[in-house]
């Protein structure tokens, strides 16, 4: 077996950290059985993919299949043995019993957990298990004043209406989850919830210590500048106003991320003080941060989660909200809740019946989008796309409307060129104008120029990857007179920050420009400028060691970022990461305008077709309650 595994790291099939796994179990118990063993390894694999577990089941129905082996392009010669052929004529029971025999299986302390047909690394099962301990510890529901209905009407007008039930399952659970597409009003529903509950608590002589998070400093910086609108707009008393927060953090620094550690400086011994927790952008958060976050919450703090849980999953392993908006769609109210809404709305809500669990009665999904209309091409398309139907799809983006384009890419990338030529032209043209104005006013005027336009793309390496796109953009840039050079540091330079940078406070997704300044002794030096609140932090382009061009960026660095016009460019042939979410997150990143581009059109009907499941025993956890 272990030469087996050699043969795939070789190969780039598996990690090295995997077959390092392995050797450390075997260690362990020399009398390891191979099958476990491989076990072993392909949980690990599973796990760098995303994956809280691995599912035995399914592995051997399509091992290759499942771990998408062998890679993209590896075509060659002498293959060594795949998955699918060391497990063919296994059988399930037989696999199992080899598992559960071993000592580093199920007992105190063990390496792996297995669950039913889920092999589990400890940690993994660990998190699993806390989140769904923490969540299932808040699903009483709680008692709800009859002065609601009123209040709740006044807020949001009399009749059926997402926003409001979803507001009036907040003041019934101390769990719950809002989610919906882009523009359904998740922000709007919860500062008027904040509002609300802010009001009467202080009419009660309390205040709550509210406080709202993101996973990304991007999505905290967005989400601030929505709260503060929707705060400004609320008809309520200015002391009310007042006691409701509008600057939202990072979920990092909310629990003190103490510096290299994976440990926070708060959990359950030293809890958050706070009596409301609102996290947006919820499907951004991932496993092991869940399940620190709900450690560090006081059993008495309530906490609303808001996302949409049809994009993409966290970037590190597990799908939260996915898992937990499981079913979302068709409501699954209990008789209990259905009676309270239905005395909500004055509406029959039978229709929303279907699929009952206890997870289901915390949970409400807007169905509304107020910025795309049912006539907005960007609205219909990601409609389509989330449904899976890509015939749709083509047709809306043939159709030439205003707000969706279709452009196809040749390998010369002319197209592509002129595009973002075009695109990045105004940020270009604002960097030149206003240089005169004051430094920071024109840094912001700089930046904000360049969130208007936005490429994105699948993937990292090759000619339609991020590192292909930036390239190939900063030198049509340089090519056409805009930009000085197109390496190293120069000015007009827009990069994106790749990890945390907790010494320079900046965080993984912060999109910083760098632009020549002239300093208080007249020299000229190179900066780059980020937006944080309330101003720019500028830094030396020598000090950022974690940082990359961001002409183009992945799609899954986009989460949490909106753009004017936002380009999605396909890659040239099919690969794992090519997925319905992938599209549809990246279509949802648009605000007025979305350009498909792509070299072969049939490509986006097998990413729509295609969705991931992310393998984890959340869904399961919740299913019996
Ligand atoms: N009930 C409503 N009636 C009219 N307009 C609304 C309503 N709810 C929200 N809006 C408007 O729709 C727009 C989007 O709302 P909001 O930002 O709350 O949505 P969201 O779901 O948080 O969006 P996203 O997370 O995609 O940015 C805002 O301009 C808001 O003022």
């Known amino acids: 077996m272990l030469e087996l595994l050699d043969a795939w790291v070789e190969r780039g099939w598996l990690r090295r950290i995997d077959r390092a796994l392995v050797r450390w179990l075997k260690e362990l118990e020399p009398s390891t059985p191979e099958p476990l063993l491989l076990a072993a390894a392909l949980c690990s694999h599973q796990y760098g993919r995303g994956h809280i577990c691995l599912d035995l ?51 105190e302390a063990s390496p792996l957990v297995l669950v039913e047909n889920r092999l589990y690394l400890r940690r993994n099962h660990g998190f699993e298990q806390a989140v769904a301990g923490h969540i299932t510890d808040r699903l009483a ?19 059926l209406n997402w926003q409001k039930l979803a507001c009036g399952l907040a003041f019934r659970m101390p769990f719950t989850i809002i989610t919906g597409g882009p523009g359904t009003g998740k922000t709007t529903t919860v500062v008027r919830l904040l509002g609300l509950k802010q009001q009467l608590a202080l009419a009660s002589g309390q205040k709550l210590r509210i406080g709202l998070a993101a996973p990304t400093g991007k999505a905290a910086a967005r989400l601030t500048e929505s709260i503060r609108g929707a705060v400004e707009k609320l008809a309520l008393p200015d002391a009310v106003k007042a006691a409701i927060p509008v600057e939202v953090t990072t979920l990092h620094k909310l629990l003190g991320v103490i510096p290299q550690s994976r440990h926070f400086r708060h959990h359950h011994q030293n809890p958050l003080h706070l ?186 390496k090759g000619p339609f990857g991020v590192e292909g796109l930036n390239q190939q953009i900063a030198e049509a840039l340089k090519a056409n007179g805009q930009l000085e050079n197109d390496h190293g540091w120069y000015e007009g330079r827009p990069v994106l920050v790749t990890r945390n940078n907790y010494t320079l406070e900046l965080m993984n997704g912060d999109v910083g420009i760098c632009l020549r300044v002239v300093e208080a002794d007249g020299s000229q030096r190179l900066r780059v400028a980020f937006p944080v609140v309330g101003g720019i932090k500028w830094v030396l382009p020598s000090r950022l060691s974690d940082v990359e061009t961001v002409f183009a960026m992945t799609v899954h660095k986009s989460q949490g970022s909106e753009f004017d016009h936002t380009v999605l460019v396909l890659p040239d042939t099919l690969s794992p990461v090519l997925t319905r979410e992938l599209v549809y997150t990246g279509i949802t990143r648009a605000k007025s305008c979305f350009t498909l581009a792509a070299p072969k059109l049939g490509l986006l009907a097998a990413a729509v077709e295609r969705k991931v499941e992310r393998a984890s025993g959340l869904r399961e956890a919740f299913a019996g309650l």
């Not at 037989?94 to 559960?100: E, N, R, T, V």
């Not at 009859?146 to 949001?156: R, S, V």
């Not at 979302?328 to 229709?351: I, M, R, V």
């Open 141 to 159: 529901p709680m008692e709800v004043s009859p002065e609601l209905k009123p209040q709740l009407d006044a807020l949001f007008g009399p009749g």
């Open 275 to 460: 009596d409301l927790l609102v996290v947006d952008e919820a499907s951004m958060v991932d496993l092991e941060m869940m399940s620190a976050l709900l450690d560090a919450l006081p059993a008495s703090a309530q906490l609303i989660l808001l996302g949409d849980k049809d994009q993409l999953a966290s970037v590190e392993a597990g799908s939260v909200l996915g898992d937990l908006c499981q079913g979302a769609d068709l409501g699954g109210y209990d008789a209990d809740t259905q009676h309270f809404l239905e005395g909500l709305c004055g509406e029959s809500l039978a229709a929303f019946t279907q699929g009952q669990s206890a997870l289901a009665q915390c949970r409400a999904m807007l169905r509304v989008s107020h910025r795309f209309g049912s006539d907005s091409g960007i609205g219909q398309l990601a409609r389509a796309v989330n449904l899976g139907q890509s015939e749709a799809a083509l047709k809306l983006l043939r159709e030439n409307r205003d707000d969706l384009k279709l452009l196809p890419i040749k390998d010369d990338g002319v197209a592509l060129s002129r595009l973002a030529i075009e695109g990045y032209r105004g940020y270009l043209q604002v960097l030149n104008a206003e240089r005169s104005s004051e430094r920071d006013a024109w840094a912001a005027k700089v930046l904000a120029a360049f969130g208007r336009f936005q490429m994105l793309c699948a993937l990292r």
């Open 57 to 107: 089941s399914a592995t051997l129905l399509d091992a290759d299949a499942t771990l998408s082996l062998p890679p993209e392009g590896d075509l060659g010669e002498e293959m060594p043995t795949k998955p699918s052929q060391w497990l063919e004529g296994t059988q399930l029971e037989g696999w199992l019993a080899a598992i559960k025999g071993s000592p580093l299986v199920n007992t």
